[in-house]
């Protein structure tokens, strides 16, 4: 059934539908710490540097300035196996299956959600419970859909158990293989679910209200932070804010796909 934008909204839980504007958030440009070297817990990396105002020099990602990780040059099939048979941390004692991703690997958009729970667990697919179903209705809202331009991906790869938050040391271990899937999925935006992507990629434990609206890069990638969809089935007034930051993410991805001529 497809069903109309008026409806995805409805879905989202965002109506009226004239409250939403393609609102302006304030810009920061923020460098996420590309290729740090092997990661540590966040309070331990240097932190990210804040430049302001923008516009700002995008320095090339630092990897000639750390050592090659084995995981550098796999590619896909190379990457899943490794990723399928991982013994860096312990969550792999526990787990049914490791979940590398889904969708596009030529993609527009990739989201970055926290980790794999039991039901990702069991199919070996990320945000396939009442989370993804949320995520779902806010890719259709943008036009897009799971496998179609957009690549979902997880701060790590195996289930946490009880769904528990993953710590920062296996949020670390993990962070060569999401690492890896950026640098061979390319994609024009990265989108930040939840305080977990937040800590791997933006290596920042503030809140996501302080954290939100703005624009962070990695790799020259324009990247944003939203809520994770499961916290949004929580706190339903939070939606708008989502799609806020939907709106501003698409924005972000159009001007990287048509930059403004200098004259
Ligand atoms: N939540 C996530 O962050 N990822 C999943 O894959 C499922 C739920």
Same mark, same amino acid.
């Given at each position: 059934?497809?069903?109309?934008?008026?409806?995805?909204?409805?879905?989202m839980?965002?109506?009226?539908?004239?409250?939403?504007?393609?609102?302006?958030?304030?810009?920061?440009?923020?460098?996420?710490?590309a290729?740090?070297?092997? #990661?540590?817990?966040?309070?331990?990396? *240097?932190? =990210?540097?804040?430049?302001? $105002?923008?516009?700002?020099?995008r /320095? &090339?990602? @630092?990897?000639?300035?750390?050592?090659?990780?084995?995981?550098?040059?796999?590619?896909?099939?190379?990457?899943a196996?490794?990723?399928?048979?991982?013994?860096?941390?312990?969550?792999?004692?526990?787990?049914?299956?490791?979940?590398?991703?889904?969708?596009?690997?030529?993609?527009?958009?990739?989201?970055?959600?926290?980790?794999?729970?039991?039901?990702?667990?069991?199919?070996?697919?990320?945000?396939?419970?009442?989370?993804?179903?949320?995520?779902?209705?806010?890719?259709?809202?943008?036009?897009?859909? #799971?496998?179609?331009?957009?690549?979902? *991906?997880? =701060?790590?790869?195996?289930? $946490?158990?009880?769904?528990?938050? /993953? &710590?920062? @040391?296996?949020?670390?271990?993990?962070?060569?293989?999401?690492?890896?899937?950026?640098?061979?999925?390319?994609?024009?935006?990265?989108?930040?679910?939840?305080k977990?992507?937040?800590?791997?990629?933006?290596?920042?434990?503030?809140?996501?209200?302080?954290?939100?609206?703005?624009?962070?890069e990695?790799?020259?990638?324009?990247?944003?932070?939203?809520?994770?969809?499961?916290?949004?089935?929580?706190?339903?007034?939070?939606?708008?804010?989502?799609?806020?930051?939907?709106?501003?993410?698409?924005?972000?991805?159009?001007?990287a796909?048509?930059?403004?001529?200098?004259?």
């Open positions: 059934m497809s069903l109309s934008r008026e409806q995805m909204l409805v879905e839980g965002i109506t009226p539908i004239w409250v939403l504007r393609d609102s302006e958030p304030a810009v920061e440009v923020r460098e996420a710490a290729k740090p070297e092997t #990661r540590a817990p966040a309070a331990e990396q *240097a932190p =990210a540097i804040v430049h302001e $105002p923008a516009p700002v020099a /320095p &090339e990602p @630092a990897a000639a300035l750390r050592p090659m990780s084995p995981v550098d040059h796999l590619n896909w099939p190379e990457l196996k490794q990723v399928a048979e991982c013994r860096a941390c312990p969550l792999c004692e526990q787990r049914k299956q490791a979940v590398l991703g889904v969708g596009d690997l030529n993609p527009d958009w990739l989201f970055i959600g926290e980790g794999p729970g039991a039901e990702e667990d069991v199919k070996g697919e990320p945000f396939v419970g009442q989370a993804g179903k949320l995520l779902d209705a806010m890719l259709a809202s943008l036009d897009i859909a #799971r496998g179609n331009r957009v690549y979902i *991906a997880n =701060a790590v790869k195996c289930r $946490p158990p009880g769904n528990r938050t /993953p &710590e920062a @040391a296996e949020i670390a271990a993990c962070w060569p293989y999401l690492e890896r899937q950026i640098a061979l999925l390319k994609p024009k935006i990265i989108v930040l679910l939840g977990a992507a937040v800590h791997a990629v933006l290596h920042d434990d503030k809140s996501l209200a302080s954290l939100r609206g703005k624009r962070y990695y790799a020259g990638i324009p990247m944003v932070v939203t809520y994770h969809p499961a916290y949004l089935l929580r706190n339903l007034p939070d939606k708008a804010k989502a799609w806020e930051d939907l709106l501003f993410a698409r924005r972000l991805l159009r001007e796909a048509a930059p403004e001529l200098p004259f």
